[in-house]
Antibody, heavy 121, light 108 residues
Framework: EVQLVQSGAEVKKPGESLKISCKASGYSFTTKWIGWVRQMPGKGLEWMGFIYPGDSDTRYSPSFQGQVTISADKSISTGYLQWTSLKASDTAIYYC??????????????WGQGTLVTVSS | EIVLTQSPGTLSLSPGERATLSCRASQSVSSGYLAWYQQKPGQAPRLLIYGASSRATGIPDRFSGSGSGTDFTLTISRLEPEDFAVYYCQQYGSSPYSFGQGTKLEIK
């Protein structure tokens, strides 16, 4: 059974750093992309980017390029999303998802439960 | 960047009725690379349809997708109580892989 289990909710202050995680199981981690999607309070879904753990090929949405870093550790089947300096506007739920490859690259077929990040002074 | 516009914003229907949700793209979505997701309150999204018309594993056949180019439709043939949720379309034909703003399907 494919599962993506994300790290718990975080409360941070503006300017702090943060790294959240997404542990995958039930499939070969290095053969599918891991993507990240933001959902701000009461709003819709925003595609942030994804990484192919097999070779660390990473793609970002222009809206998030330079704002976050997507990474993965294939030795422990875990993907990461990190910030070096959080802003109040980063307050959101962040979902990781398995992303299919080939002609279906971009299809998010299994999702984590979401990690709520709250940034407040 | 391809912008997806979903309509209506909110759709009020009763169980048993047919729902038709629209997703229009600002430019042609190559090869019908369009997916639909369902999201219920407090839950992660769930993949319903990919490739414009292929149902994901385990999705009931009352859900169907159609369309090509810039106009796509998600149809729910006969609404069940558990179908009331927010629905998002997403294009994956060109990066960034944008989502529509969502259609809320509510009980009338």
């Amino acid at each position: 059974e494919v599962q993506l289990v994300q790290s718990g909710a975080e409360v941070k202050k503006p300017g702090e750093s943060l790294k959240i995680s997404c542990k995958a199981s039930g499939y070969s981690f290095t053969t599918k992309w891991i993507g990240w999607v933001r959902q701000m309070p009461g709003k819709g879904l925003e595609w942030m980017g994804f990484i192919y753990p097999g070779d660390s090929d990473t793609r970002y949405s222009p809206s998030f390029q330079g704002q976050v870093t997507i990474s993965a550790d294939k030795s422990i089947s875990t993907g990461y999303l990190q910030w070096t300096s959080l802003k109040a506007s980063d307050t959101a739920i962040y979902y990781c998802a398995r992303v299919l490859g080939g002609d279906l690259r971009g299809v998010h077929d299994y999702w984590g439960q979401g990690t709520l990040v709250t940034v407040s002074s | 960047e391809i912008v997806l516009t979903q309509s209506p914003g909110t759709l009020s229907l009763s169980p048993g009725e047919r729902a038709t949700l629209s997703c229009r793209a600002s430019q042609s979505v190559s090869s019908g690379y369009l997916a639909w997701y369902q999201q219920k309150p407090g839950q992660a999204p769930r993949l319903l349809i990919y490739g414009a018309s292929s149902r994901a594993t385990g999705i009931p056949d009352r859900f169907s997708g159609s369309g090509s180019g810039t106009d796509f439709t998600l149809t729910i043939s006969r609404l069940e109580p558990e179908d009331f949720a927010v629905y998002y379309c997403q294009q994956y034909g060109s990066s960034p892989y944008s989502f529509g703003q969502g259609t809320k399907l509510e009980i009338k």
